[in-house]
């Protein structure tokens, strides 16, 4: 049976690294699980492979789609899950967007696939509306969602009120979180590090990404700032830069400040699968003994 091995782990703690340790030693292909290093006009903001990164080991899902596509973690799981009985019998599935490592690993409940009329007629509104108005919809159709949910991601309200108007039913009725079966077996492994050393490195990596001039690519994508893949940390707060509403230098702390928070929800959500097997990634012997433990004809 295939083999998929998964590093997860907080922005920053050094998972594009180790991954590409693990498959040059596995002889494994990287199937990428960063929902926005998908998008190809976006690399330096989500710190993105490089070049010789990517020609270190065999990627999936890298720059492989536009910002103007629509993209979903329902659609990363049919992709993956066609994507692995083609692979070698070991492959590493390697990020940090936490409902795509869970659609893969998981799967994600039956929702019905959203009509392009509903679609089209709630961007819409969106736009022209704002998103408080369809916070406050979705809050009088399905109360028991907008509790629990990220109520300032436009997404996530976006799609819920979708499936309300579609069925009649509300979002939070679908979502009944029953495991489905896999082909393959798992191995989770959790990175993380002493949490003023991930914050010193979030930092840092935020001033290198102003470095390789992630302002200028913000300002190539101004005029698309509504579109979802730019409602992300370090578009938005030059977004906002552009727009007069805050200073240069207080968008760099933001964007700093943002990643950090992101970060430790990361870090909460992960903590819950007890499946996961935490380590420093700097312990590399001690990942590839976990592993070896796991699947001992591997090594």
């Known amino acids: 049976m295939h083999t998929l091995i998964v590093i997860l782990g907080p922005t920053g703690v050094g998972k594009t690294e180790l991954t590409i340790c693990l498959a040059q030693q596995f002889q494994a292909p990287i199937i990428n699980c ?25 990627h999936y899902f890298v720059g492989n789609l536009s910002i103007t596509d629509y993209y979903s973690a329902s659609k990363y799981e049919t992709d993956v899950l066609k994507l692995i009985p083609t692979l070698p019998q070991i492959s590493i599935l390697s990020g940090g967007s936490m409902m795509y490592i869970d659609a893969v690993c998981n799967g994600i409940d039956d929702i019905p696939t959203v009509q392009d009329e509903i679609r089209n007629q709630l961007l819409t509104r969106y736009q022209t509306e704002g998103l408080d108005h369809l916070r406050q919809e979705l809050r009088l159709l399905d109360p028991q969602y907008y509790a629990t949910c990220d109520i300032k991601n436009p997404k996530r309200i976006i799609h819920a009120l979708e499936i309300c108007y579609q069925t009649g039913r509300t979002y939070t009725s679908f979502r009944t979180h029953t495991p489905k079966p896999r082909p393959f077996n798992t191995i989770k492994i959790g990175l993380d590090r002493p949490r003023e050393e991930l914050y010193q490195r979030i930092n840092q990596r935020v001033l290198q ?18 579109l979802n893949p730019l409602n992300t940390v370090g578009y938005k707060e030059f977004f906002a830069y552009f727009d007069g509403a805050i200073s240069h230098h207080q968008a760099i702390e933001k964007i700093q400040n943002n990643t950090r928070k992101y970060a430790r929800k990361q870090l909460t959500w992960f903590r819950r699968d007890k499946q996961i097997k935490w380590f420093n990634p700097n312990n590399k012997h001690e990942i590839l003994q976990h592993i070896s433990s796991t699947i001992p004809c591997s090594l």
Request: charged share 25%; aromatic share 6%; net charge positive.
């Open 209 to 226: 990404m102003i470095e390789h001039g992630l302002e200028n690519e913000a300002r190539k994508l101004y005029q698309y700032r509504h």
């Open 34 to 58: 960063d929902s926005r290093q998908i998008y190809r006009e976006i690399p330096i903001g989500t710190a993105a492979p490089t070049p010789h990164q990517l020609a270190a080991a065999k």
